[in-house]
Each structure stands twice: as structure tokens, then as C-alpha cells.
């Protein structure tokens, strides 16, 4: 996401290239997420902007925006004049206006258009002052935020703060890809045309229209509810502030800086370096610093911000020294992340960003909000002995059967009324499982009577007969056959009655009508 350096770097585009400006023409495309989520539509953003002549182009931390007015045009009835009137008639006529007198000197006014009727001669003046001579500015005024991936082109001029990896080889489409609005500026004399587009292909971005005077801008919403700027409000932000913030809050100081509410313009990238250059780990929570921490991050956030607007987030020309140029590309095999002094850099996650710290230089001082080892306990810390394949089936079985404890049928878990007490046989089977015996036990009675002499229970077969999803159920320890079982094996007589069951009233009744039939037989 550009932060506090990415956008004062196109603000110093925009004095550059629209500031001074006329609009004359204006395209937006449709977009909900960039336009409608914030109360405006393409429509009306073409409708504010049109013809208006842009005075200022200015930030706060990640938003910024301009400031515009429009070419105000006054007409004048001139009664028995000639269609072509001369200047002294012309500054007569203005000087009798009360609100207006002309002046040649500040050539304020400029006669542009007449229109002749039969006993009338009009006059269109446009007047054309700056906001610093006479307040004239014109809302709704744009106000931008590039979200996670928006960004503002320039036509014939690179305004993107990394190079590419691939040279362009042939000349870019414009509108260019994933544009939201284009602007062209009308040309003149001394004015050159140039053509803007604001991009976001993940439509994250917000464009809103402000409807205030342009003095007032920083006093209504959004901007009101944003944190000062370190940089445009190093007169707010200062160490006594900042102390009284980090002391008002037991959060982690990374999280207290990322939030746009307390301080504008900080990012992930801009906060993992001033807490690097401060020494400070990004876990530990805002009210445990000490004063000596604070003052250092004081110092840090001012250095840290003001170097990132001076260079306009050219990374290029960032200090050897800073975290920035060695951070990126984690998780890449044979490319540790390491300062070339040999201290390694590692990641975490704080306030739902991923991090990178420095564990040998930014140490713990206070209670964090989760613990992390540095560098020299991870190096210190014993291996962990592989565990074999019996403890970890058995750890398995147990996680299962923990699972399962306080839950019903339905996936719902007991309550408490419900728990077996401590002292019940825990060993007793549940009813599926005693329904399971009672199936299994006639599938074997079935298969004893109607297979005579040589052929033997399912029961009696070997693990290497049985098929393999009925090995691991072989192989595992069962109750002792009953004798009607066993009686079904040695191929007694059918007449004999066996031992009722235990377990179920169903399981009897079914027993008694196979050795019924197999009695008939």
C-alpha cells in the first residue's frame, strides 16, 4: 500500500504537471467499490470537475487531494455602445460595479466575448483571480486514497517509485489498463496539455467528492477522523503527544502506529522501520515502554517519515542501513533474510500485517502480546526427539477420543447435567457399538449354518483370508466367542439352544429365529 512517501511523491507530480491547470476534459469509469462505496458515482465526479481550473494539490498521511475552482463569469448590458467598446468605456462601466473595480495594473479582468443586439451591446468578462488574492474556490473538492494498489500516471512521464523488471518495448495504451478517471487539461500559450488517470486494478482505492471550502477540508470527514501527519504537523505531533498516546492505549505499538486514527501516513513498511531504528519490538505493548524508549521513537517516526517525503520513496536512495533494502522477498529458498552484518531478520505477524524484525536488536523490554524467540534461544533450544509410530497413533487416538468426550450424536457438545459421573464403568460399550456386536454375530451365524462341514466361521479365519479393511478389526483383542459360537463351529447340533445374551433384548430375539430355521433345515 503507498504510504506517507508514495503519496507525497505524486503530490510533487501534480505541482508539476496539473496545479495551475484548467480541466477540460473529464472521464470517469463506473465503479462501485471505488466511487460508490464512499457516497459518489462517475457522474458526478465528471460533473464537479469539468472546466474547473486547479489551484493546490496537498496531503495527509495517505490521503491527499486537490483544490479547485471554477473560471467565474460575469456579464455585463452596456446600453447605446458601439459592438467594439473602447477600453476607457470598458473600465468605465466595470468601475461603476461596487463589487468589482478594475484594474489594468492586475489585469484581473479580461474582456473575452461580445454579443450586439439592436439597441444593446453585452459584454462577457471572465474573471480569473487565484484563491490568495480572493477566496473563490468552488467545492466539491476530489479527495483520493489509493488503497492497496492504486496509483496516479502520467502521460509521457514516469511517476511510479521502483523501476521495472522489464523495460517497456513499445509505447504504453492510454487510458491505460484499470484506469478509473482520465483528465486532459486544455493548452494554451504557455501552458502545455497533459493527460492524468488514476489506476487500481484491485479497486481498493476510494475517490470521494468534499463539499466544503477548501481551507475547511482537514476539518471534515474522513480527514477529521485521521491522526496528524508526521510531516505536514511536526508542530502536533510532538513528544509529549506522543507519550500521552502511547500511554493512553495497552496495545502493541506496532498495531497503535498502523492505525490511521492515531497517527496518519504510517504503513507497514514505514512502521517496521522507525521500530528498527528505535530498537523496539513491535509486540510489546504501547503503556510498557520506558521514557527513554519513547523518546527514541519520537525521534525515529520524524526521521524515518521526513527522509521518506525528502526522496519522494525512491528506495534506491534510502540509507544502506535501513531495514527497507534487505526486508523483501521472504519465504524465497537460498535467499535468507540477513543485514550484512550477519543479523538475521524474521517475520511475525502484528495488528494483522506481517512484520519484520530484527530479534538481536529489537529486544523485549515488557510484556508482549506474543512471545517470540530471538535468534540466540532459537539457537540454544534443544531438537525435539522424532516421535515413533506407536506414540504418535496412540497420541492420535487419544486426541480422538477428546474430541468426542461432551458431544452427542448430532455434533453438539453435552452439558454438563448430562457427563457421565467419574465413578460409571467407562469400559461399558455404547449402544452403536452393541448394535455393531449383534450384526456382526448373525452375519457369522448366518455363514456357519449355511455352509455344512468343512467351512469355518468368519471368525475363525486367519488376518491373511480376511479382506484389508477387516484386518486392523482381526487383529484387535475381542470378547470370548459364547458357546452358541462356539457350539456353531464344531458343527453341534442345531437343536441346542445357546446362552442368552447380555447385551441386547434385539440381539435374543434374532438368535432364536436363526437357530429356528436352521432347525427346520
Known amino acids: 500500500m503507498p504510504e506517507i512517501g508514495e503519496i507525497a511523491r505524486i503530490v510533487h507530480y501534480l505541482h508539476q504537471h496539473l496545479v495551475g491547470k484548467t480541466l477540460a476534459l473529464v472521464k470517469a469509469q463506473r465503479d462501485e467499490n471505488v466511487f460508490g462505496k464512499v ?28 483544490e479547485v475552482e471554477n473560471m467565474c463569469n460575469i456579464w455585463f448590458a452596456l446600453d447605446r455602445m458601439s459592438p467594439w467598446p473602447s477600453k476607457s468605456h470598458t473600465s468605465d462601466a466595470l468601475s461603476s460595479i461596487p463589487a468589482f473595480s478594475y484594474s489594468n495594473r492586475n489585469r484581473l479582468l479580461t474582456p473575452c466575448i461580445f454579443f450586439s443586439s439592436s439597441n444593446r451591446t453585452q459584454l462577457r468578462l471572465s474573471l480569473d483571480i487565484p484563491s490568495s488574492r480572493l477566496v473563490m474556490s468552488s467545492p466539491p473538492h476530489p479527495l483520493f486514497h489509493f488503497g492497496m494498489a492504486g496509483w496516479w500516471k502520467i502521460r509521457d512521464h514516469e511517476t511510479a517509485y521502483y523501476k521495472p523488471t522489464k523495460p517497456a518495448t513499445e509505447p504504453t495504451a492510454w487510458p491505460p489498463k484499470y484506469w478509473k478517471f482520465a483528465l486532459g487539461t486544455s493548452s494554451s500559450s504557455d501552458v502545455s496539455l497533459t493527460e492524468h488517470a488514476f489506476v487500481d486494478f484491485r479497486r481498493f482505492g476510494r475517490i470521494r467528492l468534499i463539499d466544503c471550502p477548501a481551507s475547511e477540508m482537514r476539518h471534515v470527514s474522513p480527514l477529521a477522523e485521521n491522526g496528524p501527519d508526521p510531516v505536514v504537523d511536526r508542530d502536533v505531533l510532538t513528544e509529549e503527544w506522543l507519550v500521552r ?7 502493541p505499538v506496532k498495531a497503535l502506529l498502523l ?123 534443544p531438537t525435539r526427539k522424532k516421535k515413533g509410530k506407536d506414540e504418535e497413533s496412540e497420541e492420535e487416538e487419544e486426541e480422538a477420543d477428546g474430541a468426542e468426550v461432551g458431544k452427542n450424536s448430532s455434533g453438539k457438545r453435552k452439558k454438563k447435567s448430562q457427563e457421565k459421573p467419574k465413578g460409571e464403568d467407562e469400559n461399558k460399550p455404547s449402544r452403536s457399538t452393541k448394535k455393531r456386536a449383534v450384526k456382526k454375530e448373525e452375519k457369522e451365524d448366518v455363514v456357519a449354518v449355511k455352509t455344512p462341514g468343512q467351512q469355518q466361521p468368519a471368525s475363525d479365519l486367519s488376518t491373511d483370508q480376511l479382506p484389508e479393511r477387516k484386518k486392523a478389526k482381526a487383529t484387535s483383542p475381542e470378547k470370548k466367542p459364547s458357546k452358541r459360537q462356539k457350539a456353531a463351529a464344531n458343527q453341534e447340533p442345531a437343536s441346542v439352544k445357546p446362552e442368552p445374551k447380555e447385551e441386547s433384548n434385539v440381539g435374543r430375539r434374532r438368535s432364536a429365529r436363526v437357530s429356528g430355521g436352521a432347525a427346520a433345515k
Not at 458515482?41 to 486537490?66: C, I, M, N, P
Request: glycine letters at 8%; one cysteine or more; charged letters at 30%.
Open 259 to 381: 492505525d490511521q486514527g492515531n497517527i496518519s501516513g504510517i504503513g507497514n513498511w514505514v512502521g517496521d522501520e522507525l521500530l528498527y531504528d528505535a530498537k523496539i519490538h513491535p509486540e510489546q505493548y504501547s503503556d510498557t515502554l520506558t521514557a527513554a524508549q519513547m523518546s527514541q521513537l519520537h525521534r525515529s517516526i520524524r526521521y524515518v517519515c521526513s527522509t521518506a517525503v525528502e526522496l519522494r520513496a525512491e528506495s534506491e536512495r534510502f540509507p544502506e542501513t535501513w531495514l527497507f533494502k534487505y526486508r523483501w522477498g521472504k519465504g524465497k529458498k537460498d535467499d535468507p533474510k540477513m543485514l550484512p552484518n550477519g543479523e538475521r531478520i524474521k517475520f511475525l505477524t502484528v495488528g494483522g500485517r506481517t512484520s519484520a524484525i530484527v530479534p538481536s536488536v529489537q529486544r523485549k523490554t515488557g510484556e508482549v502480546a506474543k512471545d517470540v524467540a530471538d535468534d540466540e534461544a532459537e539457537e540454544k533450544k
Open 39 to 66: 457516497g459518489t458515482s462517475a457522474t458526478e465526479f465528471e460533473k464537479a470537475l469539468t472546466g474547473k481550473k486547479v489551484l493546490d494539490a496537498r496531503q495527509q498521511g495517505k490521503y491527499f487531494w486537490l
Open 245 to 251: 498516546k502511547l500511554q493512553s492505549k495497552h496495545v
